[in-house]
């Protein structure tokens, strides 16, 4: 079994392990020929399934196992990941390796960087060793005394190499086998959301406004208040809904003219005539499809933003939501894309 690569991409790498590290600190990792594949499945709280072909993030790719398509499962902690990244992110170049230490499966990350020394040497006027050190007619000359003693300040490239292991699980296939993405209907509405960090700061306003205002003494609005549930809507006429409903406060933002991007007939389980989104586009733009969602969670989903990438949410009413997060190639402007997608659950009323 082997693995060795050149990191390319890091500051997308990074920003994308610590999107996923703040829904959880475990992610199976899944290395073949053509893809790394990310997969994050909490106890509570949305999962997340990113798939990345090999060149968005690496270069130099050389992987070997006696597996289909040379397959390697790895349970990978994402915190220690996310912090050999970030010592990465000014480097000069890095790779990643899979070895072993004392028995014990590592990840070792060698990070190269390359850092300005700084030298001074001293020089002094040859004329002024004599008479005392200095010459009588130095005195009058400016140009004598500044070269009696000059600092020559020089810069030297020096490269400094750093190692940090990533202590790893290696699974079985068999292991992995029940590891299953959700599956969901088609769903009822399809929209492009607005940039996520936006979305992002009004939900947290929200969530906060539930969580510090005051409620009632009973049990449930104590539970309610603490875990505060978000109400998210769309409908297929470019409207989002996002509405914070408590026993004192109702309060909602609105977000018009957004896209409900156009079926891809190849990628349907059903005609495109059938599809559910063509009932909810006739029934007009009132007719919303609505997930509720928990804020805190939802926060940690809305993380993602930060990989600057356009998201299409499906909305199947009162039942789930699912992200898609296209990843764009910054050495491709416009051209390849990588998905990373989220499964919101929705909760009950």
């Given at each position: 079994?082997?693995?060795?690569?050149?990191?390319?991409?890091?500051?997308?790498?990074?920003k994308l392990t610590a999107a996923l590290?703040?829904?959880?600190?475990?992610?199976?990792?899944?290395?073949?020929?053509?893809?790394?594949?990310?997969?994050?499945?909490?106890?509570?709280?949305?999962?997340?399934?990113?798939?990345?072909?090999?060149?968005?993030?690496?270069?130099?790719?050389?992987?070997?196992?006696?597996?289909?398509?040379?397959?390697?499962?790895?349970?990978?902690?994402?915190?220690?990941?996310?912090?050999?990244?970030?010592?990465?992110?000014?480097?000069?170049?890095?790779?990643?390796?899979?070895?072993?230490?004392?028995?014990?499966?590592?990840?070792?990350?060698?990070?190269?960087?390359?850092?300005?020394?700084?030298?001074?040497?001293?020089?002094?006027?040859?004329?002024?060793?004599?008479?005392?050190?200095?010459?009588?007619?130095?005195?009058?000359?400016?140009?004598?005394?500044?070269?009696?003693?000059?600092?020559?300040?020089?810069?030297?490239?020096?490269?400094?190499?750093?190692?940090?292991?990533?202590?790893?699980?290696?699974?079985?296939?068999?292991?992995?086998?029940?590891?299953?993405?959700?599956?969901?209907?088609?769903?009822?509405?399809?929209?492009?959301?607005?940039p996520l960090l936006q979305l992002k700061a009004i939900s947290?306003?929200?969530?906060?406004?539930?969580?510090?205002?005051?409620?009632?003494?009973?049990?449930?609005?104590?539970?309610?208040?603490?875990?505060?549930?978000?109400?998210?809507?769309?409908?297929?006429?470019?409207?989002?809904?996002?509405?914070?409903?408590?026993?004192?406060?109702?309060?909602?933002?609105?977000?018009?003219?957004?896209?409900?991007?156009?079926?891809?007939?190849?990628?349907?389980?059903?005609?495109?005539?059938?599809?559910?989104?063509?009932?909810?586009?006739?029934?007009?733009?009132?007719?919303?499809?609505?997930?509720?969602?928990?804020?805190?969670?939802?926060?940690?989903?809305?993380?993602?933003?930060?990989?600057?990438?356009?998201?299409?949410?499906?909305?199947?009413?009162?039942?789930?939501?699912?992200?898609?997060?296209?990843?764009?190639?910054?050495?491709?402007?416009?051209?390849?894309?990588?998905?990373?997608?989220?499964?919101?659950?929705?909760?009950?009323?």
């Amino acid at each position: 079994m082997r693995f060795k690569t050149d990191l390319k991409n890091i500051r997308t790498f990074s920003k994308l392990t610590a999107a996923l590290n703040s829904l959880e600190k475990i992610a199976w990792v899944r290395l073949d020929d053509d893809s790394v594949r990310f997969t994050v499945i909490p106890d509570t709280g949305s999962q997340v399934w990113a798939s990345l072909s090999v060149d968005l993030i690496f270069e130099n790719y050389n992987l070997q196992s006696n597996e289909l398509n040379n397959t390697i499962n790895l349970e990978l902690p994402l915190g220690l990941l996310q912090r050999a990244l970030k010592s990465a992110l000014n480097s000069n170049h890095a790779n990643l390796r899979l070895t072993k230490r004392d028995g014990v499966p590592m990840l070792s990350m060698t990070i190269h960087t390359h850092t300005k020394e700084q030298t001074t040497a001293h020089h002094e006027n040859p004329r002024a060793r004599f008479n005392g050190g200095h010459h009588e007619d130095d005195y009058d000359d400016p140009f004598a005394q500044a070269d009696m003693q000059t600092d020559l300040t020089m810069k030297r490239e020096r490269e400094k190499v750093i190692t940090q292991d990533i202590p790893v699980r290696v699974l079985h296939p068999d292991t992995v086998e029940t590891i299953m993405q959700p599956k969901v209907r088609e769903p009822d509405v399809h929209i492009q959301l607005p940039p996520l960090l936006q979305l992002k700061a009004i939900s947290d306003r929200f969530t906060k406004l539930a969580l510090t205002t005051s409620s009632t003494s009973s049990t449930a609005a104590r539970s309610e208040r603490n875990n505060p549930k978000l109400e998210l809507s769309a409908n297929m006429f470019g409207n989002l809904r996002l509405r914070l409903f408590t026993d004192t406060l109702d309060i909602t933002s609105v977000w018009d003219n957004l896209e409900n991007p156009e079926l891809d007939p190849s990628q349907l389980t059903v005609p495109v005539e059938e599809h559910p989104s063509v009932a909810f586009r006739e029934g007009g733009a009132d007719k919303w499809a609505t997930v509720r969602v928990d804020g805190k969670d939802w926060s940690k989903v809305l993380s993602v933003g930060r990989l600057e990438g356009r998201v299409i949410a499906c909305f199947v009413d009162d039942h789930a939501l699912i992200l898609y997060v296209y990843v764009p190639h910054h050495d491709d402007p416009g051209g390849a894309e990588d998905v990373v997608t989220y499964y919101v659950s929705s909760y009950s009323v």
